[in-house]
Antibody, heavy 115, light 107 residues
């Protein structure tokens, strides 16, 4: 069971970035998948969830309208399209699977928003 | 939104100590409460789910208790590998929220 994030990097304020999370070792389509972020030296912040049943999507107020979560079950992949990026979006972004709680996490990908 | 408040923010303890961390929710979360351990530069690790259920593979010295709005994570005998930051999280309702974290340091 593994999650591997990619797509992070340095982007200017107002720019866009698309994060990916590749899943393996479990039936991806049956799980609610999530993004959680952690700003440097700060705590954990839930960002977004994509519920497997019903395809419901949820967002934190801090990213609603700027970020879009999506998934491709055929490719066992989760995505986070991030637009209109701000300095306060700088963080490590983790992909996490929800079973009982967030039981499987990726290693994280760093997003830095700076001019 | 449900606010999660952990105490203390920092805790100094010695190997072998019994350690207790408290998490308070701003409203009833029906025991949908998880505890995570995070070490520097690493992803969080699930320890406890549904307030008191031990995640597979987690040592039995970790335990969770509580209900409603008050929850506790207890480490019965602190080991060298346990020095880390611990977070509680409610997943009763969106937006899911985390406590601010409790750093357990070596005394």
């Amino acid at each position: 069971v593994q999650l591997v994030e990619s797509g992070g990097g340095l982007v200017k304020p107002g720019g866009s970035l698309r994060l990916s999370c590749a899943a393996s070792g479990f039936i991806f389509s049956t799980y609610t998948m999530n993004w959680v972020r952690q700003a440097p030296g700060k705590g954990l912040e839930w960002v977004s969830s994509f519920v497997s049943s019903g395809s419901y999507k949820y967002y934190a107020d801090s990213v609603r309208g700027r970020f879009t979560i999506s998934r491709d079950n055929a490719k066992n992949s989760l995505y986070l399209q991030m637009n209109s990026l701000r300095a306060e979006d700088t963080a490590v972004y983790y992909c996490a699977r929800r079973e009982s709680a967030f039981d499987v996490w990726g290693q994280g990908t760093m997003v830095t928003v700076s001019s | 939104d449900i606010q999660m408040t952990q105490s203390p923010s920092t805790l100094s303890a010695s190997v072998g100590d019994r350690v207790t961390i408290t998490c308070r929710a701003s409203q009833n979360i029906n025991n949908w409460l998880a505890w995570y351990q995070q070490k520097p530069g690493k992803a969080p690790k699930l320890l406890i789910y549904k307030a008191s259920s031990l995640e597979s593979g987690v040592p039995s010295r970790f335990s969770g208790s509580g209900s409603g709005t008050e929850f506790t994570l207890t480490i019965s005998s602190l080991q060298p590998d346990d020095f880390a930051t611990f977070y509680c999280q409610q997943y009763n309702s969106y937006p899911w929220t985390f406590g601010q974290g409790t750093k357990v340091e070596i005394k």
